[in-house]
């Protein structure tokens, strides 16, 4: 059974740090792109951030650039996002998310998700 586990969410002041992480079992990820997702109350899952199965390269959405980086390591099958500046608006659940195709910034160009991971940030 294919699992992406998330933790490292919590509680946070703005201008504060956290560092999430994904593990994945189940089988192997050989290939495939890791991403993360986040949900805020009423509003649709958006794209933050995604990496390749080497880890030598990645893309994020403009709204995290330069505060967010994603890594991964392979020989612990798990993928990690580092969130620095967290703002208020960074508020959401984040979700960890594998698929086949590059370059992906949708929902469904993803097959496998996590159960999610809630991130506060307050003012």
């Known amino acids: 059974q294919v699992q992406l586990v998330e933790s490292g969410g919590g509680l946070v002041q703005a201008g504060g740090s956290l560092r999430l992480s994904c593990a994945a079992s189940g089988r192997t990820f050989r290939g495939y792109t890791m991403a993360w997702f986040r949900q805020a109350p009423g509003k649709e899952r958006e794209f933050v951030a995604a990496?390749?199965?080497?880890?030598?390269?990645?893309y994020s959405a403009n709204s995290v650039k330069g505060r967010f980086t994603i890594s991964r390591d392979i020989g612990k099958n798990t993928v990690y996002l580092q969130m620095n500046s967290l703002k208020p608006e960074d508020t959401a659940i984040y979700y960890c998310?594998?698929?086949?195709?590059?370059?992906?910034?949708?929902?469904?160009?993803?097959?496998?998700w996590g159960q999610g991971t809630q991130v506060t940030v307050s003012s």
């Open positions: 990496i390749n199965w080497s880890g030598g390269n990645t």
């Open positions: 998310a594998a698929g086949v195709a590059w370059g992906g910034r949708g929902p469904s160009d993803y097959n496998y």
